[in-house]
C-alpha cells in the first residue's frame, strides 16, 4: 500500500474513502498505543483538491473509530502538519495531498509523534493491521469514542516558527507561485509580513487546477513574470508546500542542487554543516561532487525519496540533505523538506552576503543530464527483465567513468525513470532515447 511517499492513486478509484477510513483506523490504533496520554489526538491537513474532504471524512471516521480525537487543520503544507504535531503534542498526523501530481490523483501521508514520516517498520506493521487484523482492532464506545475539532487557527504557529528563522526582506521583490495548492494564503501572507514586495501567481485554487501548467514542476509562467518585473527572485513551490524550485533575477532557475550547494557553502563557512556532509540522493547532478571538493565538504548519496535522506541524516546526525526536484531538510528545524523554511534559508543566504541568487547558484558547474518518464503498465519487477538488464549494462559500458546512468521505478506514479549523464550531448541523447525505446516496447502500455 505504502509508497515512497505515503499511499497514493487515483482519489475514489484507487485511493477510495474505504481505503482511507481502514488505513485511519489501523494507524491511529498503532501509535495511539505508543502514546501514553489518556486522550490521544491525531491532526489532519488537506491541500486544495476537490477529493480532500471527501477523503478527510472518511480518515476522521476511522481515526475517532479507535478511540482517538481528531484536530482539523484545514488547508495547510505538508510541514506544516509535521511541526504542528511535534509543537502541539499530537500521538501523530496525516496529510491528505498528491503532492506534485495532477487534480484526479490524491493521497495520504502519515507522520508519527515526532513529525517524521511513519518509518518502514511502522508502515509494514499499519499494512498488517489493515489486511489482517482490522476486525480485531478495538472499538471503544461511549465517552472513549474519539471525537472531531476544528483547529485551522494553530497553522498561526507554524507562520511564527517560520518567521523565527527569517532574514528581514524589506526591498526584496518576489514573485511566488504557490501552485494553486496548499501556500496559497500562507506564502504571501508571511513574505509580506516579512517586508518582502509580493507577486503572487496560481493563488486562486479551484479544486481542479493545483499544478496546473504551475508550480515547482512547470516554473515557466514564473520565470516569465521575474524578468517582467524585475524581481529579486522568483520561489516555486509544488501542491503541498514540500518542494522549492528558485528563479534568479535573471529569470534562470536554481533547483534543489544549487539550493544545497548554496546553503551548504554558507554553512561550512560560519563552522555549522556538521561533519562536513551534506545529503544527496543517486540523481543529484555530478557537479555537487565537483563544488563539495573544492569546498571541502562532502556528498554522501542515498536512495530516491526524501525518507532516505533523513533516515541519513538521522543516523550521521548531519544538518541538511536533500533531492533535485527541490525537497530540501533542514534536520535542525524540521524532520520533513519545506518548500518555506527552504526559501527563508536561500534568502537568509542571498541578504547576509548581498550577493543576487545568480551568482550565488553560479558556483556550480552542471553536468548535462537527460531525464526521461517512461509510462509503464507494471513497474515493479522490471529489474528482472532480460533485455533491460542487458542494455543498461551496454550503457554503462559505453560511459566508463565519465558517466552514470540510473533507471529506477517511481515511488509515487506508474512510471520507469531514466536519469543518463555524461559530458557528450551525443552519447547522451542516444542512450536516453535507446533506454527509452526498450523500456517502452518491454513494459510501455498497450
Request: proline share 3%; charged share 25%.
Amino acid at each position: 500500500m505504502f509508497g515512497t511517499d505515503g499511499i497514493r492513486g487515483v482519489a475514489n478509484v484507487e485511493l477510495t474513502p474505504e481505503i482511507a477510513l481502514k488505513t485511519g483506523r489501523a494507524v491511529a490504533a498503532l501509535l495511539k498505543e505508543q502514546q501514553k496520554s489518556s486522550r490521544p489526538y491525531f491532526l489532519i491537513g488537506t491541500d486544495t483538491r476537490a477529493s480532500g474532504k471527501m477523503l478527510e471524512s472518511a480518515l476522521v471516521a476511522g481515526i475517532t473509530s479507535a478511540g482517538v480525537d481528531v484536530y482539523l487543520l484545514g488547508v495547510v503544507s505538508t510541514p506544516g502538519v509535521s511541526f504542528l504535531i511535534r509543537d502541539l503534542g499530537a500521538a501523530g498526523g496525516v496529510m491528505v495531498s498528491a503532492s506534485h501530481n495532477s487534480f484526479q490523483d490524491n493521497g495520504l501521508k502519515f507522520f508519527d509523534s515526532r513529525g517524521h514520516k511513519l518509518s518502514s517498520r511502522l508502515e509494514e506493521e499499519a499494512e498488517r493491521l489493515y489486511f489482517q487484523e482490522a476486525d480485531s482492532l478495538p472499538r471503544p464506545a461511549g465517552k472513549d469514542v474519539g471525537r472531531s475539532y476544528y483547529s485551522e487557527k494553530s497553522v498561526g504557529s507554524y507562520i511564527a516558527f517560520l518567521e523565527k528563522y527569517a532574514p528581514s526582506l524589506q526591498g526584496i521583490k518576489v514573485v511566488l507561485d504557490c501552485a494553486n495548492g496548499s501556500l496559497c494564503r500562507i506564502a504571501p501572507r508571511l513574505f509580506r509580513q516579512l517586508g518582502a514586495e509580493v507577486l503572487s501567481l496560481s493563488s486562486k485554487p479551484d479544486g481542479l487546477n493545483i499544478n496546473f501548467n504551475c508550480g515547482s514542476t512547470s516554473p515557466a509562467k514564473l520565470q516569465a513574470a521575474v524578468r517582467k518585473i524585475g524581481a529579486h527572485v522568483g520561489l516555486a513551490f509544488d501542491g503541498d508546500g514540500d518542494r522549492l524550485i528558485a528563479v534568479d533575477e535573471k529569470g534562470e532557475l536554481v533547483d534543489g542542487d544549487a539550493i544545497i550547494v548554496i546553503c551548504g557553502s554558507y554553512l561550512k563557512e560560519k563552522g555549522a554543516l556538521k561533519g562536513d556532509t551534506i545529503v544527496a540522493t543517486v540523481m543529484s547532478n555530478g557537479g555537487v561532487d565537483i563544488v563539495a571538493g573544492e569546498r571541502g565538504f562532502r556528498i554522501l548519496r542515498t536512495r530516491v525519496g526524501d525518507r532516505y535522506v533523513l533516515e541519513e541524516m538521522l543516523k550521521g546526525g548531519y544538518v541538511l540533505g536533500g533531492e533535485q526536484s527541490g525537497h530540501v531538510i533542514f534536520s535542525q528545524l524540521l524532520p520533513t523538506g519545506d518548500g518555506l523554511l527552504t526559501a527563508l534559508q536561500l534568502l537568509k543566504v542571498v541578504v547576509e552576503k548581498k550577493v543576487p541568487l545568480s551568482r550565488l547558484a553560479g558556483v556550480m558547474p552542471r553536468l548535462p543530464q537527460i531525464l526521461v518518464n517512461c509510462r509503464v503498465r507494471e513497474k515493479d519487477g522490471w529489474q528482472e527483465n532480460p533485455r533491460l538488464s542487458e542494455a543498461l549494462e551496454k550503457a554503462r559500458e559505453k560511459l566508463g567513468t565519465r558517466g552514470r546512468v540510473l533507471v529506477r521505478a517511481s515511488g509515487t506514479e506508474p512510471l520507469i525513470r531514466i536519469m543518463v549523464e555524461s559530458e557528450n550531448h551525443d552519447l547522451l541523447n542516444e542512450l536516453s532515447q535507446e533506454l527509452a525505446l526498450m523500456i517502452e516496447e518491454e513494459l510501455g502500455r498497450k
